[in-house]
């Protein structure tokens, strides 16, 4: 831990090479981030208080403290825990919508209720997180239950590797959904780190962030 550091982002391990490269191409020295397993998207009860043990941990260290999470699927119990602990987050429901924008995902959503997203992360893990981690590849009937409702599958790219592109299309092919490609870059997710932490900025130095517990 940097001492001299003045916030700590505490991150989902979904997002959290994204979380890094914002504040490496930012030189921002003076922040460090913490990521939290990305797998507690599969059980989205146990995220705030996860979040808030480490707001506690780390509280002393920092003059302040952000949450790189969104709502994701807490139903409002993740921010109950930040006004306790007088914490901000970023803004939306899940990391599609500050991905994509909120106006845009608002837009997409409502074209097509039955779209099924993947950002680069879910991408990477497809096979991990869905396939396996829903028990498709031991249950294969299971294919139809989860996805029999959705038309398309929209992958949001922020990153995307050369191979990407035919990746997202596999993906689509597997679950049986029209492919859409969206370059999103990194979205709101780079407004919202740097609105965050502007109040404690000093001067850009060269140097490097501080992963702490980065686990992807």
């Given at each position: 831990m940097t001492a001299a550091a003045s916030t700590l982002v505490i991150a989902c391990g979904a997002i959290a090479r994204e979380v890094i490269a914002v504040t490496r191409a930012n030189r921002w020295s003076h922040v460090d981030v913490t990521c939290l397993p990305a797998e507690l998207h599969n059980r989205p009860e146990k995220i705030p208080a996860a979040v808030q043990d480490k707001i506690r941990k780390y509280r002393a260290d920092y003059d302040q403290v952000f949450v790189a999470y969104a709502d994701c699927g807490t139903g409002g119990l993740l921010d109950k825990v930040l006004r306790e602990e007088g914490v901000e987050r970023i803004a939306g429901a899940h990391c599609y919508e500050f991905y994509a924008g909120s106006a845009a995902f608002a837009d997409m959503a409502e074209q097509e209720l039955g779209t099924f997203y993947l950002t680069d992360f879910l991408l990477r893990h497809f096979d991990r997180l869905v396939i396996r981690g829903l028990g498709i590849d031991r249950h294969?009937?299971?294919?139809?239950?989860?996805f029999g409702h959705y038309r398309k599958l929209v992958y949001l790219a922020q990153a995307p590797q050369?191979?990407?592109?035919?990746?997202?299309?596999?993906?689509?092919?597997?679950?049986?959904?029209?492919?859409?490609?969206?370059?999103?870059?990194?979205?709101?997710?780079?407004?919202?780190?740097?609105?965050?932490?502007?109040?404690?900025?000093?001067?850009?130095?060269?140097?490097?962030?501080?992963?702490?517990?980065?686990?992807?």
């Open positions: 294969p009937q299971l294919l139809q239950e989860y050369p191979d990407a592109y035919a990746q997202a299309q596999a993906a689509a092919d597997r679950l049986g959904l029209v492919c859409e490609i969206k370059v999103t870059g990194y979205g709101e997710l780079a407004s919202s780190l740097a609105q965050a932490q502007t109040a404690f900025s000093p001067p850009p130095l060269a140097g490097h962030t501080q992963v702490i517990q980065w686990q992807n």
